[in-house]
């Protein structure tokens, strides 16, 4: 194994919450060392002409539709759109077809990924059979498996009394539960947030409330089981208070939320484009930030890109009739960065978010900048502007909100243990 320096760069520290001109060595794979002094001698040596380095992108959330929907997603597209967009390590959802809620299945993904992924992939599986809400998956088996959490994505366990269940049997294996926060009646064929704006267009919203409902319906059970929980997306200022209470009261809890939601509001599906139409809906402007200040301030603690493919026939119909979800794996750090470019958030929070919370949630090592963590790396320009074409990213899919928009910020380069499976032309 030769050594590699990356001289030069500006280093995102996330761990510290700390910026600084340095180097950084890397030897068999991992971080042997960062500076600011006199760089050591390496078998190879990069100059990153002060761009910035910083660990690379953990992302939970990612759907690939393998098994069943080859056609809009594989591991190899999205594995090569993960190390374009920075992203080191993909955190698989389970909502395939057939579900991933058997060790076989999870057996066949995990060998589908590895050959074909130049990414770190961690699926999750099912927490219930066929993700239906009615009988839980034989969880110790399938975290033997390889199984990092469990998840039914979007579909809302009703029965208060199975997700109970689950929870508790989850706690006993100390398996992690992400849940998606959401009254499913009140929620069941939403295509907006309730309010003025959906009244005009005529779209069938839901209220903000439904994820307030959902969450304190999650936080209650949590209390009563002691289970590890993570809420996959939180999108309302409704839900804020209740998710501080939790964690005041030392609940195993953290909480996530999307890019999209971060950067767009209801506003933006005024011309009823539907890419978009994601899931939840967008919020309010209110909403929007909210959620950023509750991200800068700790409460929620993870960004994803909640990266779901959708083919151009399942988007070209009514607005209220098209599929949910948005790609996200290469607009993932260009979005992001727009709150950076805001004055919302600093570089290291915003890879707090996005590598540290998340690499520590699933007890990982990677996610930060230090000696001996693996050499999960992204270097990027977060200043280079460009116009986005969804016909050049790399995954099948091309159902991107931001597809012409102006956006700033370029991956140069990615680096998954220390071997580069991305470099900028």
């Excluded at 078998?43 to 953990?58: F, S």
């Excluded at 759109?81 to 992203?87: K, N």
């Excluded at 030392?250 to 599906?269: K, V």
């Excluded at 949630?361 to 986005?388: C, K, M, Q, Y």
């Amino acid at each position: 194994m030769t050594t590699t320096l990356l001289t030069n760069a500006r280093l995102i520290n996330p761990d510290s919450a700390e910026e600084a001109q340095g180097w950084l060595l890397i030897d068999q794979g991992r971080i042997a060392a960062t500076g600011q002094d006199a760089p050591p001698k390496a078998d190879r040596t990069v100059d990153c002409r002060g761009k910035c380095l910083a660990p690379g992108i953990v992302d939970i959330g990612v759907k690939v539709c393998e098994p069943g929907e080859r056609h809009k997603e594989s591991y190899r597209s999205a594995g090569r759109a993960a190390a374009a967009g920075g992203v080191t390590t993909m955190v698989t959802r389970p909502d395939t077809l057939p579900a991933i809620d058997n060790p076989e299945t999870l057996e066949f993904v995990a060998r589908r990924a590895n050959e074909a992924a130049p990414v770190n992939v961690l699926p999750m599986a099912a927490l219930t059979k066929g993700r239906e809400g009615r009988e839980m998956t034989e969880i110790g088996f399938l975290m033997d498996a390889g199984a990092v959490a469990f998840t039914d994505c979007d579909h809302v366990i009703t029965s208060s009394k199975v997700f109970s269940r689950a929870l508790t049997y989850a706690r006993a294996c100390g398996a992690l539960v992400i849940a998606h926060p959401q009254e499913p009646g009140l929620s069941q064929g939403a295509a907006a947030s309730s309010g003025k704006f959906a009244s005009l267009r005529g779209l069938p919203a839901v209220t903000p409330m439904a994820e307030r409902m959902g969450l304190d319906r999650d936080i209650a059970l949590l209390e009563m089981t002691g289970a590890r929980y993570h809420a996959d997306q939180i999108t309302t200022a409704r839900a804020l208070p209740a998710l501080a209470r939790a964690k005041r009261n030392r609940l195993d809890i953290t909480a996530g939320t999307s890019i999209h939601h971060l950067t767009l509001n209801e506003l933006d599906i005024a011309d009823y484009r539907t890419f978009f139409k994601v899931k939840p809906p967008l919020r309010s402007e209110e909403d929007r930030q909210a959620v950023i200040e509750a991200l800068r301030d700790g409460l929620i603690d993870i960004i994803s890109s909640m990266h779901t493919p959708q083919d151009e026939e399942s988007k070209r119909l009514p607005f209220e009739e098209a599929a949910s979800g948005a790609v996200g794996l290469e607009t993932l750090l260009p979005a992001a960065l727009r709150l950076y470019h805001s004055g919302d958030l600093t570089l290291a929070e915003l890879f707090r978010a996005m590598s540290l919370n998340p690499a520590k949630r699933l007890g990982l090592a990677s996610g930060r900048l230090t000696e001996g963590a693996p050499a999960d790396l992204v270097l990027f320009d977060p200043d280079a502007p460009f116009v986005l074409d969804r016909w050049k990213l790399n995954s099948k899919s091309k159902n991107t909100p931001f597809d012409g928009a102006r956006m700033q910020g370029k991956v140069l380069a990615t680096y998954v243990a220390g071997t580069p499976v991305f470099e900028a032309s």
